[in-house]
Antibody, heavy 123, light 109 residues
Framework: QVQLQESGPGLVKPSETLSLTCTVS????????WSWIRQPPGKGLEWIGY???????NYNPSLKSRVTISVDTSKNQFSLKLSSVTAADTAVYYC?????????????????WGQGTTVTVSS | SYVLTQPPSVSVAPGQTARITCGGN??????VHWYQQKPGQAPVLVVY???DRPSGIPERFSGSNSGNTATLTISRVEAGDEADYYC????????????FGGGTKLTVL
């Protein structure tokens, strides 16, 4: 059974770069789309972006200038970097798997999620 | 960018049917996914591609999608169904970016 685990600092200073890693266990990172999603306290879900195992990416336009998602297939991990953070970036950050997006015309939901990690931006 | 609109809250008595809507421009042409999120937990996919259920999701959860509205229907509602529910699409009109609805709090009376 595939499991995802987010890791990274729980506290980041304003203007610095938030860095998180998602480790995939119990399965391969290949042939899937891997997303980052965040949820500010008391608010809804916000999609940050995804990376295909081959390395192609797609980002939320509202965050695109600050976001980089990368993949390391040898470690079965993918990562998120969000630069120039402010208090508005304080949230629970989730990683999630999607079996396919527009694959032969098929669209799938995100079927496996990590437990989430809380990141607070504060000096 | 594409916008999905959900009612903030829906209330239903145990044993009754809950319907949670997700509105979007011509959403019937898109594939809609639904997630259940209980407090302090990660979201769980309950319906994908409008009306399919992942393994392990009860048949009480069903979905439909037509015109400008997608609907998640929960039959024979139980106390354990109380949660936030989010709809989501991969928006083909914007290079398949992910879009979530604002979420609906389902209260079981």
């Amino acid at each position: 059974q595939v499991q995802l685990q987010e890791s990274g600092p729980g506290l980041v200073k304003p203007s610095e770069t938030l860095s998180l890693t998602c480790t995939v266990s119990g399965g391969s990172i290949s042939s899937y789309y891997w997303s980052w999603i965040r949820q500010p306290p008391g608010k809804g879900l916000e999609w940050i972006g995804y990376i295909y195992y081959s390395g192609s990416t797609n980002y939320n336009p509202s965050l695109k200038s600050r976001v980089t998602i990368s993949v390391d297939t040898s470690k079965n991990q993918f990562s998120l970097k969000l630069s120039s953070v402010t208090a508005a970036d304080t949230a629970v950050y989730y990683c999630a798997r999607c079996p396919g997006i527009a694959v032969a015309g098929a669209y799938y939901g995100m079927d496996v999620w990590g437990q989430g990690t809380t990141v607070t931006v504060s000096s | 960018s594409y916008v999905l609109t959900q009612p903030p809250s829906v209330s239903v008595a145990p044993g009754q049917t809950a319907r949670i809507t997700c509105g979007g421009n011509n959403i019937g042409s898109k594939s809609v996914h639904w997630y259940q999120q209980k407090p302090g937990q990660a979201p769980v996919l309950v319906v994908y591609d409008d009306s399919d259920r992942p393994s392990g999701i009860p048949e009480r959860f069903s979905g439909s999608n037509s015109g400008n509205t997608a609907t998640l229907t929960i039959s024979r509602v139980e106390a354990g169904d109380e949660a936030d529910y989010y709809c989501q699409v991969w928006d083909s009109s914007s290079d398949h970016q992910g879009v979530f609805g604002g979420g609906t709090k389902l209260t079981v009376l």
